[in-house]
Nanobody, 122 residues
Framework: QLQASGGGLVQAGGSRRLSCVAS????????VGWFRQSPGKEREFVGAISRTGDRLYYVDSVKGRFTISRDNAINTVYLQMNTLVPEDTAVYYC?????????????????WGQGTQVTVSS
């Protein structure tokens, strides 16, 4: 199971760190991806981190602002979001995949986590 947390209300220009905690002993064998979905929009593949953290992917709209990291010792992946803009408002989901890819659905989801709402006010 995956559980995302850390969402909330933040002002434009601010920062927020989301966490994705996994249960189970095999977390380090999965790549982890972050997605987001706004009302009326399709779910967007925001970024991903490989099993060991040696590969990273970010969608263009968040490059230079968002950073994904992981700590396999505590089964946690982070999404650090800086310089937030209202367009970043969405429910954010973490996911786990045994297959690395930088597009979706090629990033084949084995597990979805519950989402966490991030609202950026202008």
């Amino acid at each position: 199971q995956l559980q995302a947390s850390g969402g909330g209300l933040v002002q434009a220009g601010g920062s927020r760190r989301l966490s994705c905690v996994a249960s189970g002993r095999t977390f380090s064998t999965y790549h982890v991806g972050w997605f987001r979905q706004s009302p009326g929009k399709e779910r967007e593949f925001v970024g991903a981190i490989s099993r060991t953290g040696d590969r990273l992917y970010y969608v263009d709209s968040v490059k230079g602002r968002f950073t994904i990291s992981r700590d396999n010792a505590i089964n946690t992946v982070y999404l650090q979001m800086n310089t937030l803009v209202p367009e970043d408002t969405a429910v954010y989901y973490c996911s786990a995949s045994a297959r690395w890819a930088i597009t979706y659905p090629a990033f084949n989801i084995d597990y979805w986590g519950q989402g966490t709402q991030v609202t950026v006010s202008s």
